[in-house]
């Protein structure tokens, strides 16, 4: 079999940087309108890094995807595993490898697939938890999946956000205070679940990786170092001070019981609102410039805040943007 039978785990890239990804992806392979061809010159032309191949219950096929990858341009495999009662994603599989989506949440047998994507050194993403049609709805227990799939496109091709995404927000965030204080928190993530032209990139997840592979995109989704934008016309950029210390998204401060300055930039929202969220819920918003970038600073203390991640919203109150919790010591 042929090097260009599947695309390599690791592409040149840029070193330890930002890249951005979709990981939720369907070609005319399983249900998509698409070629595989077709939807890596869309990804490029989104200005993404990577793509994840995801299609219904099934492996990637040999010499379909391994020709479309470069050096700055990672396609991972994976799967989206459609079950009666959720469907979840399968991301870093081995070439070749199927996971079985005949379970459910009454049968307990989950718990086993799960096991065998992490013993590739694969996530688990629940994905689309409140899709609107059946089996969309994710009846599975959180525990036991890695990242959460808070913004799925698919359904947002006229516009860029919907009540469905609202509501999976709502239940992460809400979520947070109490798997942080658990120390099981799972980040969100962003995906387009592209099946037709137009959708690719929208939304999708930045990540910061120390390279451009397939293990370091994972890691860095894993340990919440991402935040998801609706296109790559949006820049941000998220930081918490203290102590003389910095600390990005997912990452934890010590504050030394002193005050937290909490940093926002935003580009490519113009008229929109930053707002501040905390185990207290929203404690600050603010606005943006009606055109060029904006900064907005708020001041907490770990006292005050466990965490705090930020939610960047068009006037039309559309997400633009969101990131993963910085969380404070």
């Given at each position: 079999?042929?090097?260009?039978?599947?695309?390599?785990?690791?592409?040149?890239?840029?070193?330890?940087?930002?890249?951005?990804?979709?990981?939720?992806?369907?070609?005319?392979?399983?249900?998509?309108?698409?070629?595989?061809?077709?939807?890596?010159?869309?990804?490029?032309?989104?200005?993404?890094?990577?793509?994840?191949?995801?299609?219904h219950?099934?492996?990637?096929?040999?010499?379909?995807?391994?020709?479309l990858?470069?050096?700055?341009?990672?396609?991972?495999?994976?799967?989206?595993?459609?079950?009666?009662?959720?469907?979840?994603?399968?991301?870093?599989?081995?070439?070749?490898?199927?996971?079985?989506?005949?379970?459910?949440?009454?049968?307990?047998?989950?718990?086993?697939?799960?096991?065998?994507?992490h013993?590739?050194?694969?996530?688990?993403?629940?994905?689309?938890?409140?899709?609107?049609?059946?089996?969309?709805?994710?009846?599975?227990?959180?525990?036991?999946?890695?990242?959460?799939?808070v913004?799925?496109?698919?359904?947002t091709?006229?516009?860029?956000?919907?009540?469905?995404?609202e509501?999976?927000?709502?239940?992460?965030?809400?979520?947070?205070?109490?798997?942080?204080?658990?120390?099981?928190?799972?980040?969100?993530?962003?995906?387009?679940?592209?099946?037709?032209?137009?959708q690719?990139?929208?939304?999708?997840?930045?990540?910061?990786?120390?390279?451009?592979?397939?293990?370091?995109?994972?890691?860095?989704?894993?340990?919440?170092?991402?935040?998801?934008?609706?296109?790559?016309?949006?820049?941000?950029?998220?930081?918490?001070?203290?102590?003389?210390?910095?600390?990005?998204?997912?990452?934890?401060?010590?504050?030394?019981?002193?005050?937290?300055?909490?940093?926002?930039a935003?580009?490519?929202?113009?008229?929109g609102?930053?707002?501040?969220?905390?185990?207290?819920?929203?404690?600050?918003?603010?606005?943006?410039?009606?055109?060029?970038?904006g900064?907005?600073?708020?001041?907490?203390?770990?006292?005050?805040?466990?965490?705090?991640?930020?939610?960047?919203?068009?006037?039309?109150?559309?997400?633009?943007?969101?990131?993963?919790?910085?969380?404070?010591?």
């Amino acid at each position: 079999m042929s090097s260009l039978s599947f695309p390599s785990t690791r592409a040149v890239g840029r070193g330890a940087a930002w890249y951005r990804g979709d990981c939720h992806v369907h070609s005319l392979h399983s249900d998509g309108e698409l070629s595989p061809e077709e939807l890596a010159v869309r990804a490029r032309a989104a200005r993404l890094d990577f793509i994840a191949t995801t299609e219904h219950n099934s492996a990637a096929a040999p010499g379909v995807w391994g020709h479309l990858a470069a050096d700055d341009f990672l396609i991972l495999l994976g799967e989206e595993v459609t079950t009666k009662t959720g469907h979840w994603l399968a991301l870093g599989l081995d070439p070749g490898e199927v996971v079985d989506w005949n379970h459910q949440v009454r049968d307990g047998l989950v718990d086993k697939c799960l096991d065998q994507v992490h013993r590739a050194g694969g996530l688990c993403v629940a994905a689309h938890p409140h899709a609107p049609y059946p089996s969309g709805d994710f009846m599975f227990p959180f525990p036991g999946f890695d990242v959460v799939e808070v913004w799925n496109g698919m359904w947002t091709s006229d516009r860029p956000w919907n009540a469905d995404n609202e509501a999976a927000l709502a239940e992460w965030g809400r979520s947070l205070a109490t798997d942080l204080r658990t120390g099981s928190w799972r980040p969100a993530m962003g995906n387009s679940d592209t099946h037709l032209e137009g959708q690719i990139g929208i939304p999708h997840t930045v990540v910061f990786a120390e390279e451009l592979s397939t293990g370091a995109v994972l890691a860095g989704i894993c340990a919440g170092r991402s935040w998801i934008a609706e296109s790559a016309d949006v820049d941000v950029s998220f930081t918490a001070h203290a102590a003389g210390r910095v600390a990005g998204v997912g990452e934890r401060l010590a504050t030394q019981g002193g005050q937290v300055e909490v940093h926002a930039a935003v580009r490519g929202v113009p008229a929109g609102t930053v707002s501040f969220h905390t185990d207290r819920g929203k404690v600050h918003r603010a606005p943006l410039p009606d055109d060029g970038p904006g900064a907005v600073q708020w001041d907490t203390t770990a006292e005050q805040s466990a965490f705090v991640r930020i939610e960047v919203r068009h006037h039309s109150r559309h997400v633009a943007a969101l990131t993963n919790p910085i969380i404070l010591n």
